[in-house]
């Protein structure tokens, strides 16, 4: 966003947004009394007493002073004048292609486009092309502020069927459809798509022409196009209102509201809106345009509050849209609503590619998101939650937008969010891995085997984070992504966790100097609160996730040699001790027994080490 439209628009932009505000004579009723001077005069004083407030938004919206805004309005009311007294203008009409128009025979077509400004009257040459493309400029001398640019486009078959018709009706199949343009609404050079509008009643329009008009008035400078200059309009009034001074965002709804063929759409606060419908009124700035400009500055301003439910409705207000007018092309075509939804974005102004480059940033934004879902949207806070639910169903709707009306093959969301997931779960990990290193600890030591403390007090710390860290994921996260995912956000919660867990500890105690900084008996303590870790929280998971076999005993194998080469004699008595209490206890010698510290428990583990060990070496 820029804080004035000069490098947009030239110098004298701010005097053209705020010139289509003051009605000129020509846009009275009663042209002949107000066709004097002073009647131009008093239009203009009458127009801005009565509408101060709205200059006053325009003129803060773009960051214009007080001298300044007197400056601007002076200059728009000499520049009126001026034009009344003595307009002089080059007009520029660059026919450029069709597509989409109502051709009743395939053979025998010869298309050609007429363009007339007064008395003055040009054509193309004829094409035999469906979508013809001609790329043919005419330039006209206009003298007459009143003067239009009539557009028509004709097939000239060259049939007496055709001709009798054209003689009884003035109208037939040769007629194709036309585009008036007012001059005063020309401004500079802009490729630029339009619907093609009927003449009579009795015609069958489709389809649009793709022209370049332009005007270069004598005395006045260059302008950017009215399309570039009402997406900088729109822009500096969504800014002021929405960032700037934090105004609520204005609710659209899902399906537009209609008056006849008018869409009626409410974009911004009621003083701004008025701005920019009597600019897209005068200047032909078409409803989807202005859709999609305000799309994109919600877009670049997601974060503003209510800003995704809006983009939500606002999509599928724009896809009710182009599906109105597919709908409406096809019962004169009837070509397939495919064909004419393709057709319909390759002739949008904004742009196709523009658009969908548009969506693939929000998307990306979102995916960034979800990748710090437990930062951005705390599992304590309800109204976040219902922002990251709000996020999920924006997505779905982007995914829908680009697959049933662009034609674009969306991705896959439930994979989209499982990726995010699992590089959140990842810098998660890393967070709570550094929150739980003792203080004190030097960098070059390994956490885990740092003296300061309990010992192990790293993984005891850790392992209680990982557990408070899964038990959100599954009872409040999982949730919230429940009805766009197909995978268990618990399950995959505690496998990343495990997974980042098990690289932290493996290979540690290999080295013998690891194996000695406490007694044997705390690395046997970590073993097995490690095991009642694995058997309450990982060994439930899918095989598919974590593997057959447990892996963490090959992590501590070098420990349990250790502490069975130190202890020996220690370890004979207490498994002498154990195998005579199962003994008075009568301990079941089955697979199927509860844990206690019975021999069979005891080499039962041992067991397991000793082939985890074999396994791992094999």
């Not at 009605?23 to 801005?48: C, G, V």
């Not at 997406?231 to 800014?239: A, G, I, R, V």
């Not at 194998?557 to 502490?563: D, F, Q, V």
Request: charged fraction near 25%; include cysteine.
């Amino acid at each position: 966003s820029t804080r004035s439209v000069t490098a947009v628009s030239g110098s004298a932009a701010p005097v053209r947004l705020a010139s289509c505000l003051l009605p000129s004579a020509h846009d009275n009723k009663h042209s002949k009394r107000d066709s004097s001077l002073s009647a131009i005069t008093e239009i203009m004083r009458r127009t801005q007493t009565n509408n101060v407030r709205l200059f006053q938004v325009l003129r803060m919206s773009f960051g214009i002073s007080e001298g300044e805004h007197e400056e601007c309005m002076s200059e728009i009311r000499k520049k009126i004048l001026e034009r009344a007294k003595n307009f002089d203008a080059v007009l520029s009409v660059k026919v450029i292609a069709a597509q989409g128009l109502n051709l009743k025979s395939i053979s025998d077509r010869r298309i050609i486009v007429t363009v007339a400004v007064g008395n003055q009257k040009k054509s193309t040459k004829a094409s035999k092309e469906s979508n013809p493309v001609w790329n043919e400029t005419f330039d006209f001398h206009c003298t007459n502020y009143h003067h239009t640019v009539q557009v028509r486009v004709w097939n000239e078959r060259d049939t007496a069927v055709a001709k009798l018709a054209l003689l009884l009706t003035k109208e037939g199949d040769m007629f194709l459809g036309e585009k008036i343009v007012e001059v005063r609404r020309i401004g500079s050079a802009f490729d630029a798509w339009y619907k093609l509008e009927k003449r009579t009643e009795d015609s069958q329009v489709s389809g649009v022409i793709k022209m370049s008009l332009s005007a270069q008035v004598a005395g006045e400078k260059i302008m950017a196009p009215f399309h570039v200059q009402y997406w900088s309009l729109h822009e500096q009034l969504f800014l002021y209102h929405h960032v700037w001074n934090k105004e609520p965002l204005v609710l659209i709804s899902a399906k537009p509201d209609e008056v006849g063929d008018e869409v009626r759409l409410k974009h911004l606060p009621d003083v701004a809106q008025q701005i920019v419908d009597e600019f897209a009124l005068r200047y032909s700035i078409e409803p989807i345009y202005r859709s999609m400009v305000h799309f994109n500055l919600l877009v670049n301003n997601y974060t503003v509050k209510s800003a995704l439910k809006i983009m939500e409705n606002l999509l599928k207000n724009l896809k009710f849209q182009i599906f109105s007018h597919a709908y409406e092309d096809n019962s004169i075509r009837a070509v397939g609503l495919a064909k004419l939804l393709e057709e319909y974005f390759e002739a949008n102004n904004f742009g196709r590619d523009q658009f969908a480059r548009v969506l693939e940033k929000l998307l990306n934004s979102l995916r960034l998101d979800f990748q710090r879902y437990r930062e951005l949207y705390p599992a304590s806070d309800h109204c976040k939650l219902e922002e990251l639910v709000q996020s999920c169903e924006v997505m779905e709707a982007v995914n829908q937008f680009q697959r049933q009306v662009m034609g674009i093959m969306d991705v896959n969301l439930s994979e989209m969010i499982l990726h995010s997931v699992k590089e959140c779960l990842e810098s998660t990990f890393e967070f709570i891995a550094n929150s739980s290193i003792p203080p004190n600890t030097p960098t070059s030591l390994h956490p885990g085997l740092s003296k300061e403390g309990k010992p192990f007090h790293f993984f005891y710390k850790l392992l209680e984070m990982m557990y408070s860290v899964i038990q959100d994921d599954k009872s409040v996260y999982a949730l919230c992504f429940a009805r766009f995912c197909n995978f268990d956000l618990g399950h995959v919660s505690a496998s990343e966790l495990w997974r980042h867990f098990g690289k932290t500890l493996q290979g540690l105690f290999d080295e013998e100097q690891n194996r000695g900084i406490y007694p044997p008996a705390e690395y046997m303590q970590l073993l097995f609160t490690i095991k009642n870790f694995y058997d309450s929280v990982i060994s439930v998971l899918p095989k598919e996730l974590v593997g057959e076999v447990a892996d963490y005993p090959v992590w501590f194998l070098p420990c349990i040699r250790h502490w069975l080469s130190e202890f020996k004699q220690q370890t004979v008595g207490i498994v002498s001790s154990a195998w005579d209490n199962d003994r008075s206890s009568g301990f079941p010698r089955y697979e199927g027994h509860t844990f206690s510290s019975s021999v069979f428990d005891m080499f039962c583990f041992l067991q397991q080490v000793s082939w985890c060990a074999r396994a791992t070496r094999g």
